[in-house]
């Protein structure tokens, strides 16, 4: 599969170039348009227990498509939900990739997701504890809400970023849940909730503008109206 990106950073769309018979997995709803001669099939990926995990725990579709090329190959769009970038991220054997709820968009042949616990304090950060797992040879495409920051941390460095940032990482990394500020009643009234620290080395994935806020923003208003 090769991929080519347009519309970034703000609209972005991922077309995704199939080889003869090969087939891409596709987020229920992600699929913008294909060329005449494809075949999709809507499953659950892995039964009707894994597609009830992947709906309610980790944010993505009940259904997903499986996009398959016809022997001459073909071509199929793929976009994010919310306005924003779109990245290709490898994803190697030995070095597992979790992805947060709601960013994944597709994945190569050879790459497979399955919904993962990321840990029971991360519930308590707001943001659900659970994603999917990517792991295999090929790559997964994400998407991000506005735009996609990189950060490759070294051997012991850390940064800490607020959860609702954070897109994907290496799951071989070392990450823990902190409140934001010094005491709860703080970090309640701030509104900056939880924050993780990342230890490297390893890449943690980005997006500059935070889905939750538009969520607490677009509540809010609706409440006024």
């Known amino acids: 599969m090769e991929i080519q990106l ?34 999709v099939d809507a499953n659950t990926n892995g039964g009707v227990l894994a597609g009830l995990k992947r709906s ?16 001459q190959g073909g071509w199929a769009d793929v976009v994010g939900t919310l306005p924003g970038d779109i990245i290709a991220l490898p994803i190697t054997a030995g070095r597992d990739q979790f992805i947060t709820r709601g960013s994944w968009v597709a994945n190569s042949y050879g790459v497979s997701t399955e919904t993962k616990w990321a840990g029971a304090r991360n519930l308590i950060g707001g943001e659900g504890g659970f994603g999917l797992r990517a792991f295999g040879e090929g790559q997964a495409l994400v998407s991000v809400y506005g735009a996609l920051d990189v950060m490759d941390l070294g051997p012991g460095e850390q940064v800490i970023i607020d959860t609702g940032h954070v897109v994907s990482y290496d799951m071989g990394m070392s990450v823990e849940l902190r409140q934001s500020s010094s005491s709860l009643w703080r970090t309640v009234k701030s509104g900056e909730g939880f924050v993780f620290l990342f230890t490297g080395p390893g890449r943690v994935l980005l997006q500059s503008r935070n889905p939750r806020d538009l969520n607490a923003y677009i509540t809010s208003h609706s409440a006024n109206s």
């Open 6 to 39: 347009r519309h970034t950073p703000s609209f972005g769309v991922a077309r995704l170039l199939l080889a003869g018979n090969e087939p891409v997995t596709v987020q229920g709803g992600a699929l913008m348009a294909y060329s005449a001669a494809m075949t």
């Open 56 to 71: 309610v725990l980790s944010g993505e579709s009940f259904f997903v498509s499986t996009v398959t090329a016809p022997p």
